[in-house]
């Protein structure tokens, strides 16, 4: 039977092809895809977009509540004025508030540097600020200054920090650190894995002998170690981490690799001459990938987790650089009269984890070679 010229052969599907269309028939995967694809953009580019840099101090702007309305609020205005000009030993005489521009009669027992308008624009709430009108003797004049409004959507920090730039930054480096280091440990834990488990005897207990020994020592001496010998630069530190954490993931594909190696796909591989290396590569590895990626969405928490804690340690990310880890362990603290600290990276956080966990599911479900 030949075909006619209108006729076109039908066209194959493969095993990757039926996965991705499984994955997005999950619609919690896909939302889940969708969260995390808003939480990463969000982390690189919105420090860029953000009108604060994540390290600039507003000493006027100490812990205030996050709000969509502009500081300074009109209750603020005028005790800031205030504030400001007697740092400055100036005495208020009368003070009047025209649109966003504020003015006031101001004295002194001295002759009035103009140099004092230098202490209004140091401030985060004025700006632009002038004297005129100035008397014969030089000891009173009319103080003007533009109101600088500011906006704090997530609030600030103890510092007077933004907090909304804040979080996005440490978004960056936490999926960062989670990805970097859970990249390194699922490329070494795979491949030491199946090979252990493929090749089987002496090489196999010899291998799994190496990896009892490197779980009986202390998590914290190879920390410090990597520490000497990386320095404070974070992403090294990590890959560092990520190399250390593999260990878990060798023995779950070791145990897989022990069952698949008896299938007859393998034993039929074997029977044409396929050599090891491409027997793990092609049939040993890719029927893992359920576990593998399960075990990764929980790692990269895991780490994220981890960096938190060695930071609290002084070992991880300091400051003034953060990350959501620092970020929540600093408003727990301030829980009880600064919320929004705690709040608005706890959001992301657990929004992130919840997104991988879901994404997780689906890609063991997907990945499953049962179902196909």
Known sequence: ??????????????????????????????????????????????????????????????????????????????????????????????????????????????????????????????????????????????????????????????????????TFIAGRVSLTIGLLATIVAISIGVLYGATSGYLGGRVDQMMMRVVDVLYSLPFIFFVIMLVVFFGRNFILMFIAVGAVEWLDMARIVRGQTLTIKHQEYVQAAEAMGVGDGGIVRRHIIPNTLGPVVVYMTLLVPKVILLESFLSFLGLGIQEPMTSWGVLISEGARNLQGAAWMLIFPSIFLTSTLFALNFVGDGLRDALDPKDR
């Not at 812990?63 to 005790?79: C, G, H, I, T």
């Not at 740092?87 to 006031?104: F, H, L, Q």
């Open 1 to 166: 039977m030949t075909l006619s010229s209108n006729e076109t052969p039908a066209k194959g599907r493969s095993l990757w092809d039926d996965a991705r269309d499984r994955l997005l028939a999950n619609r919690a995967a896909v939302a889940s895809m969708i969260v995390l694809a808003v939480i990463t953009l969000l982390s690189i580019l919105g420090p860029s977009l953000s009108p604060h840099d994540f390290d600039t101090v507003y000493r006027d702007y100490v812990k205030v509540p996050a709000s969509l309305e502009a500081y300074p609020r009109a209750d603020q205005v005028e005790p800031g004025f205030m504030a400001v000009l007697k740092r400055a030993r100036m005495n208020v005489d009368s003070y009047e508030r025209d649109g966003d521009t504020v003015i006031a009669q101001i004295s002194s027992r001295r002759e009035i540097d103009p140099r004092t308008t230098r202490y209004v624009d140091r401030s985060d709430l004025f700006t632009n600020a002038e004297l005129t009108d100035m008397s014969a003797d030089g000891k009173s004049a009319i103080m003007r200054a533009e109101i600088d409004k500011m906006h704090f959507y997530f609030g600030t920090d103890s510092n007077g920090r933004d907090m909304m730039t804040r």
